[in-house]
């Protein structure tokens, strides 16, 4: 079993007033950020992942946001390059690098490498499309979203193995002389794992290159659901998909008592939490969609749940697979709307923010609580949807450094090791452990159940 | 009771929607970045005089898509390609917004194609003062709101795209908005060699209309399109109290100025 520690590397200071009125975390005025504050988080977080590694994660996953205060990593290979030297034997697990923002996505082949040369080898490069407004903050055209993702794919696959100088004339990338000198580590190349959202199309294609699938805090059911269509994809490619082609992303937060830990996983619905990190505009722009995600969405939308073209989020999320989690989504979306109406004070905004976690709670969307609360709801994922992989997601919003090192070591000394246990009951295995892809599948036969519906109705 | 028919061709390699209504010397009309917004009373009034041909943006309604056009240029030379096919030219040419930067474009490929150039409200050349709105981060629905400067005062406004929350709607509007963004997403909205090219345009008698509180291309853009036109006749009428859209805004003024101008 892969057990990641994950946070999002949040800027703590913003005034959740602000992101309120701002009605999104996406967009706010960088006038916020304060030069001393970014220094000390910055240096804090990198703090956190040696101590992860110290406590027994297996790996540190970092991602990548621009221009929020919702994650601070918009340069992630940066953090990924110190982490490579500073850590010693967590692997490195990128999820992912935005492709298609990159013009240059040699450069991103190189600063790669680099990495897995520095860690020796201990480097997993994800790609993502990014999301809405990561096209938006670095002027990549939207409609060319996935076609350049494709292509930014296999260009640096092409030049991590491909004895080089060798030419490229693509459809959006155009090289005379591919030569990288320095190449990965780790031979043929580093590992490669991709995170996210259940769009189906990016599911297919993990699935067609054996590529693991990670959900990021997706809905249970959604996620199971196109868990099975990595599995029946699979079963086309001739391979039997396992807990090795799938990871999970799963907010957790630990404290020394339930009022501590309820107080700290409140904290992830800080300014709307996850609802609230970018206005449906900035979302969803043009051709950021396929046709097919675009008819879902147009068939979902009706009068008065959104409008003419006010996208709720809510609305999104089901057109795109139901994949967020649906009762943030819903709280967040109306009290914008509202909001953007004039129709609430910020003081009531935040309360019906507030009002949302007993439902995120009761979900599961949230595991907050004392070690001996949290693990039977971590075996509850394990056992619905069996991955090889779990992410622990940090909290976000204004906690103290003291408070989130508190939820490090008792992740490590208490909820790690019953984790693992539970996993090797449930005959889960890691990517690392088990390639994926290796098992053959033979037409005709019964395939391994890759996901429990039952385990999450008991 | 239609006024107009649309029927599907085979073009210059491809399929494109027309929209075809009305009697007597053609006008080509060139829809704006959303699509065609519905037979208005200004297409009606023309009609009367004239035969409006209507082509569907490609990769909007009814029109094929067409992937290798890359942008807005790519799309002039296609357009410059299907319509000497269809044996439109030499036509009258109206373009809206991003249609009048198609116009435009088709002008500094050949000004012959064209007997007289309406540019009402057109994309193309970066304001001097001012920027074009990137209505790529807004939606559809903010984008029309602002294309209208007094709301009340514009009783068509409400009829636009037929006024309905339809999902058919919604879906055409991304389907215009991702073709206009894969075609003019960087630059923003223009084209830098636009101003440069169209000096080279004479014998192209062109009438510029916009509104003073244009909030999606300022008027300032106005007087650059005017200059840039030097080397040919050029008239611009500038509406005050309107907005993007003088053909709904001050409709009974436009129709009088195109009426004269193409007669």
Request: aromatic letters at 10%.
């Amino acid at each position: 079993m892969n057990l990641m520690y994950f946070t999002e590397r949040p800027y703590r200071y913003v005034p959740e007033d602000e992101l309120i009125k701002n009605r999104a975390y996406f967009g706010l005025p960088n006038t916020f950020f304060d030069r001393e504050k970014g220094s000390q988080l910055y240096n804090e977080y990198l703090d956190e992942m040696v101590y992860a590694e110290e406590v027994g994660f297996d790996a540190i996953m970092l991602n990548e946001h621009h221009g929020t205060p919702f994650c601070m990593g918009a340069v992630m290979n940066v953090e990924a390059a110190i982490l490579a030297r500073i850590t010693k034997k967590a692997r490195i697990i990128l999820l992912g690098n935005p492709l298609p923002t990159f013009k240059n996505p040699l450069r991103v082949a190189e600063e790669l490498a680099t990495i897995d040369c520095i860690s020796h080898g201990r480097l997993v490069p994800g790609w993502v499309r990014g999301a809405g407004s990561e096209q938006i903050f670095n002027n990549a055209n939207p409609a060319y979203n996935r076609e350049m993702f494709n292509e930014a794919h296999d260009l640096i696959l092409a030049a991590w193995t491909r004895p080089g100088p060798f030419r490229w004339e693509g459809k959006h990338f155009h090289y005379r002389f591919i030569n990288p000198w320095v190449r990965p580590y780790q031979k043929p190349h580093p590992p490669i794992m991709i995170p996210g959202v259940l769009s189906p199309e990016t599911v297919v294609w993990c699935a067609e290159r054996r590529y693991p699938y990670l959900g990021l805090g997706t809905a249970l059911p959604a996620t199971a659901e196109l868990w099975n269509l990595y599995g029946e994809v699979a079963a086309k490619q001739g391979y039997e998909a396992g807990s090795e082609n799938f990871g999970y992303l799963q907010h957790v937060v630990v404290a020394e008592t339930e009022a501590k830990a309820e107080e700290l996983g409140k904290a992830h619905l800080f300014g709307g939490g996850q609802g609230a990190f970018s206005r449906p505009e900035h979302t969803l722009p043009p051709g950021y969609n396929s046709k097919e995600a675009t008819k879902r969405l147009a068939r979902t939308m009706t009068a008065g749940s959104g409008g003419f073209l006010g996208v709720s989020s809510e609305q999104l999320g089901r057109a795109q697979g139901a994949g967020e989690p649906e009762n943030l989504q819903r709280v967040a979306d109306s009290t914008r709307r509202r909001m953007a109406r004039g129709e609430v004070t910020i003081e009531e905004a935040k309360q019906a923010i507030y009002r949302a976690y007993p439902k995120a709670v009761a979900g599961l969307q949230i595991i907050a609580g004392t070690p001996k609360s949290v693990i039977p709801k971590l075996r509850t994922i394990l056992e619905v949807l069996r991955p090889g992989t779990l992410g622990f997601f940090q909290s976000q919003g204004p906690v103290s450094f003291e408070d989130r090192m508190t939820s490090i070591r008792l992740l490590g000394q208490e909820v790690l090791p019953a984790v693992r246990e539970i996993a090797k009951e449930l005959g889960l295995v890691d990517p690392f452990e088990r390639q994926p892809g290796q098992r053959p599948y033979t037409p005709g036969t019964a395939r391994t159940q890759l996901v429990s519906l039952e385990a999450l109705r008991a | 009771m239609a006024d107009w028919t649309e029927e599907v061709t085979q073009v210059a390699g491809s399929n494109l929607a027309i929209i075809k209504g009305g009697t007597g010397k053609p006008i080509l009309v060139l829809h704006e970045e959303l699509g065609h917004p519905g037979w208005l009373n200004w297409h009606a009034a023309l009609a009367r005089e004239h035969t409006l041909l209507i082509p569907i943006q490609p990769a909007l309604g009814k029109s094929a898509k067409i992937d290798w056009l890359r942008n807005i240029h790519d799309l002039a030379l296609w357009y410059s390609w299907a319509f000497r096919e269809k044996d439109w030219f030499p036509i009258d040419v109206i373009g809206f917004s991003i249609g009048g930067w198609i116009a435009a474009e088709m002008a500094t490929i050949n000004a012959r194609q064209f007997r007289r150039m309406v540019l009402v409200a057109p994309m193309g050349i970066k304001p001097p003062e001012g920027e074009i709105m990137d209505i790529f981060s807004i939606t559809a629905r903010t984008a029309l709101s602002h294309s209208v400067y007094d709301h009340d005062a514009t009783p068509e406004y409400a009829k636009l795209y037929g006024g309905e929350r339809t999902p058919e709607q919604f879906e055409a509007f991304e389907d215009a908005r991702t073709e206009n963004t894969r075609l003019a997403w960087e630059p923003i909205l223009h084209n830098p060699a636009l101003p440069h090219f169209l000096e080279g345009v004479t014998g192209l008698p062109t009438h510029i209309i916009w509104g003073r509180q244009d909030a999606i291309v300022p008027v300032s853009a106005a007087e650059a399109y005017r200059q840039a036109l030097r080397n040919t006749e050029v008239k611009v009428t500038i509406f005050d109290h309107c907005g993007h859209r003088p053909e709904i805004e001050k409709s009974n003024e436009f129709i009088k100025l195109v009426r004269e101008f193409f007669a």
